[in-house]
């Protein structure tokens, strides 16, 4: 009887552990296209201006690469938004300052760069937290924006974003830059079929968790992607301006 009833009790133990983890990851269900074209549109970073494209960087600052980013975004004449990484941030201060002065919006992608797999409100909590302290105590401007590291949302930083009042925002269109046989002719053909109106492009302003010098891909690949706008009459601009319902 002792025993039914224990392995009645280590069942229940284990559908509950179950659901709890199906919880806690069920809203990264948004990367699916079909979810991301119906019902988490805004989410998924379709904006409500026909004429513009959010322009988007993850992973910095990194004092190697921003600033090569920068001057290169002041040659096409755009601004963008930078989802700054806590950790990156706390060792370039000044790197998330100038991105404010030279017109850029910050947003927070966390604090490292790791997906939270496992549920962990208090932990995602605090170190979201952190991380949006940092760029506004840095950068010297509140973020608005939320990118969880490798688009993976998962329930814990979902709702810590929320709570920290970020909304999250993910991408409609990438230019996979971040490979070690990434060149800008390779980041532009891979960005080009989703440069239309109300698109958010993710690229990357550091090798940290990429390719070494990737970076450099994506900074050849930027006046392409630029002409291409230009050429449909579209703006590259950040999200801020993207008119995200």
């Known amino acids: 009887m002792d025993r039914?009833?224990?392995a009645r009790t280590a069942r229940r133990a284990a559908l509950a552990a179950a659901g709890v983890e199906f919880l806690h990851l069920a809203p990264a269900a948004v990367r699916l296209s079909a979810v991301r074209r119906t019902v988490a549109r805004g989410t998924a970073g379709y904006g409500g201006e026909d004429d513009h494209v959010a322009l988007t960087f993850d992973d910095g600052p990194d004092p190697r690469s921003t600033p090569y980013i920068l001057d290169a975004l002041d040659g096409i004449g755009a601004r963008a938004t930078f989802f700054l990484l806590g950790a990156m941030l706390e060792r370039?201060?000044?790197l998330g300052r100038e991105l404010v002065t030279r017109g850029h919006e910050v947003a927070v992608h966390g604090w490292h760069h790791r997906q939270q797999w496992y549920p962990a409100p208090a932990r995602d909590l605090r170190e979201l937290r952190r991380a949006t302290?940092?760029?506004a105590g840095f950068c010297g401007a509140r973020p608005r924006w939320y990118r969880p590291p490798y688009g993976v949302l998962t329930a814990g930083p979902a709702?810590?974003?929320r709570r920290l009042g970020l909304r999250t925002v993910l991408w409609t269109a990438w230019g996979?830059?971040?490979t070690d046989h990434a060149t800008a002719d390779s980041v532009y053909a891979t960005a080009r079929p989703g440069l239309t109106g109300g698109a958010t492009l993710l690229l990357h302003d550091s090798d940290c968790t990429s390719a070494p010098d990737s970076w450099r891909a994506t900074l050849a690949a930027l006046p392409l992607?630029?002409?291409h706008c230009r050429t449909r009459a579209l703006t590259l601009g950040p999200?801020?301006?993207h008119g995200l319902r």
């Open 159 to 161: 709702l810590a974003a």
């Open 92 to 94: 370039a201060p000044g």
């Open 176 to 178: 996979r830059d971040w």
């Open 225 to 227: 992607i630029a002409a």
């Open 4 to 6: 039914a009833r224990t």
């Open 239 to 241: 999200i801020r301006d």
């Open 133 to 135: 302290e940092a760029v």
